[in-house]
């Protein structure tokens, strides 16, 4: 200690030139009271701090080993007995720091006041030196003083730290106190209000000597109350370290504001002192929010009905191409006239696609798309969509399926949508392969005690997919411009579709190139929940879904439908005037010879009534084909006001309507059944012999 303290004193105090002290007076010995045998003076000279005792005359009577080996002339001799005012004017003169110096200021200090004194010098080099000088007394005298020289650089470092410190809390707290868009507060860790700013009082309406010691819950509602909602944050605070939270809190006035709310626990040295909490007024934001939302909720539903009137508009003419063209393809044609009308069979088949892409991806894009929950047979939905693709393929491509013997001989499901992805699939497989193969491969990827997973992949051989576009595939409206090869432009929206559909299913949908070759691999998973008892399930006699999508070969029913036929008396109420013309023609084909015509619903009311006298029956008519959308009076309500009426003969819908949810709707009004524009003469003949066997059996 002592080694440290002369060293620091050593460079504040350089020795004076020899000849500085040759000029001086030469100093007086002490008297009896600074004996330097004296016990006590040991105790000053071997003490580590730099200390001098000086006479009540300032001479100095004795001097610490610390300070002699610090001092200009290192001896004690050059000390001992001389006047402290020589030798602080010898340090003036020969440049010294003025610690010596200032100690001349400290002596006349106590001589004037008697009392102890403490003065502070600092350095260029930034240390900081204390000179304390304590006056002793005896006898009502000054006796002796001491002066010691304390190194408190450290100590003066501390000291402006912790004055720093003390700024920035108290300019915080001022920041915190002043502010006022925010409200910003301590609480105890029992949950009581401990402090309380500006913003506070601002959004809550409480003065501080209002609110200071109640709990913070008094600002939640009742319903929060009831759930202990403020119990809940403060505890999930202390376990995530921070809770944000956003609801309605109430001010004293009983009005509330929508609040975003942060409570953060506050620690020292690991004991929880309280929590902090920072709430927002977000009123303003919310409002803007719910008038986004209603903004959007009212584009949807605008967006909808346009969608509802497009599929109308466009079905509407489509119905009289397509089922026209029926009527063409069964008359005499020749090889060229057969091969210009199944070029336009086809272009109206890609056509109606086209329209039912952007209404199930519209359908998807607003929640509206739901699933089914049917009895399903996966191989059976594989081995039929083969047989309804394999007019796709060339003969230089080999279509084949194969299926895992493990999977689910039922489950429950989509049929139509799982049909749907894979004739996607297969569709895209078909425009892209040239030659080689396309395989359609299902097995069972994996099974608990409620579900099955089902994984379909449909592998080709052909022109693959780019690197650089792999990542966009399921992207909506994205498609590779491939127009050697690529047939059919498509809208960029089939995969993207799959996609949905497939995760509407519990499943998922990916791509990756063919491992043994040229070529892609498009796969997708769905969940089937097992069934406990497999049955027989009838298929419902009406296809309720727009979707417009290849149906596997079926059995020819146009023999029995013309047996059937016979002796039954339809009336059909359609407005427009081709579609009217396109449907009397096919239904004589058919074979109906008794068909009446009403050109709106009104019509078609006043028809069944007269039929009804002229036969005196009941049923008037053995069916009704009815057009939802007509003048005057539209299908739905004239369905309406006949079974009001009294007559339950079958009415199937016929409407170029073929969103969602709409056959549903047509049936929950009266209806007997729905089949959507463009009319499949095939689906028709279904319907048709589904109702009348309905009634044989009735």
């Known amino acids: ?399 084949e399926s194969h299926l895992d013997p493990q999977i689910p001989k039922a489950g429950e499901g989509d049929s139509l949508r799982y049909r749907q992805i894979v004739q996607n699939l297969v569709s895209n497989a078909a425009k892209f392969t040239e030659e080689g193969s396309v395989q359609i491969n299902a097995r069972l990827e994996s099974e608990d005690e409620e579900n099955s997973i089902i994984r379909t992949a449909v592998v080709d051989t052909g022109i693959g997919v780019p690197e650089a576009s792999a990542k966009a595939l399921f992207t909506p409206f994205t498609q590779f411009d491939n127009s050697a090869t690529k047939r059919y432009k498509g809208t960029g929206l089939g995969l993207s579709i799959c996609r949905s559909l497939s995760e509407l299913m519990g499943g998922e949908i990916g791509f990756h190139p063919n491992p043994e070759g040229h070529g892609s691999v498009f796969w997708f998973t769905i969940k089937l929940k097992k069934c406990k008892q497999f049955q027989t399930i009838k298929t419902p006699r009406i296809e309720l879904d727009g979707l417009r999508v290849p149906s596997p070969a079926d059995v020819d029913h146009m023999e029995e439908i013309k047996r059937v036929a016979v002796n039954k008396h339809l009336l059909l109420a359609e407005d427009n005037f081709i579609n009217r013309k396109v449907m009397l023609r096919m239904l004589a084909g058919l074979g109906f010879p008794n068909i009446d015509v009403a050109t709106d619903g009104k019509e078609a009311v006043a028809k069944t009534i007269q039929s009804a006298d002229d036969r005196h029956a009941s049923v008037p008519y053995d069916l009704i084909l009815m057009d939802v959308n007509m003048p005057v009076q539209d299908g739905v309500s004239a369905t309406q006001e006949l079974r009001d009426r009294g007559f339950y003969m079958p009415v199937i819908a016929m409407t170029a309507n073929a969103l969602k949810g709409q056959a549903e709707a047509y049936i929950a009004k009266g209806m007997s059944g729905y089949i959507a524009k463009p009319v499949d003469r095939k689906l028709l003949i279904k319907i048709l012999l589904s109702c009348f066997k309905d009634q044989s059996n009735d």
């Open 1 to 399: 200690m002592e080694g440290v303290v002369a060293a620091s004193l050593d460079a504040i105090l350089p020795k004076p030139p020899v000849s500085t002290l040759v000029d001086l007076p030469q100093p007086k010995r002490p008297d009896s009271i600074c004996d330097a045998s004296s016990a006590e003076f040991d105790i000053f000279r071997f003490t580590p701090v730099p200390t001098l005792i000086l006479d009540a005359s300032r001479r100095i009577v004795q001097v610490s080993d610390s300070f002699v080996m610090t001092s200009p002339g290192g001896r004690r001799e050059d000390l001992v007995g001389w006047h402290a005012d020589d030798v602080l004017d010898r340090t003036d003169r020969t440049s010294a720091f003025p610690v010596l110096a200032s100690a001349r200021e400290a002596i006349r200090i106590v001589e004037e006041t008697g009392s102890l004194t403490q003065l502070d010098h600092s350095t260029d080099s930034q240390q900081v030196w204390r000179t304390r000088t304590v006056p002793i007394y005896r006898n009502d005298s000054l006796h002796c003083t001491q002066l010691e020289f304390h190194d408190v650089t450290e100590e003066h470092r501390k000291r402006l730290e912790l004055e720093e410190r003390l700024r920035n809390v108290e300019t915080f707290r001022i920041l915190v106190e002043t502010v006022k868009d925010y409200a910003i507060f301590m609480l105890d860790p029992n949950g009581n209000i401990a402090t309380w700013n500006a913003g506070a009082q601002a959004f809550k309406g409480y003065t501080k000597s209002e609110i200071i010691g109640q709990h913070f819950s008094r600002f939640y509602g009742e319903d929060d109350l009831a759930t202990d909602k403020p119990g809940r944050e403060l505890r999930t605070a202390l376990r995530d370290g921070r809770c944000e939270d956003e609801g309605w809190r109430y001010r004293k006035d009983g009005s509330r504001f929508w609040a975003n709310v942060v409570i953060t626990p506050v620690f020292r040295e690991g004991v929880l002192l309280g929590f902090s909490k920072v709430t927002r007024d977000m009123t303003d934001r919310r409002k803007a929010e719910q008038q986004l939302i209603g903004a959007y909720e009212e584009a949807s539903k605008l967006k909808s009905e346009f969608l509802a009137n497009m599929s109308h508009e466009i079905r509407t003419p489509m119905h009289g191409l397509l089922s026209a063209l029926t009527l063409l393809l069964d008359t005499k044609l020749d090889f060229d006239q057969l091969d210009l009308a199944r070029v336009i069979q086809e272009s109206g088949e890609v056509l109606l696609q086209v329209i039912n892409d952007i209404l199930d991806y519209s359908k998807l894009a607003n929640g509206s798309f739901s699933i089914s929950h049917d009895i399903i047979n996966i191989a059976d939905i594989v081995h039929s969509v083969h047989r309804a693709q394999q007019k796709l393929f060339s003969p230089q491509v080999k279509f």
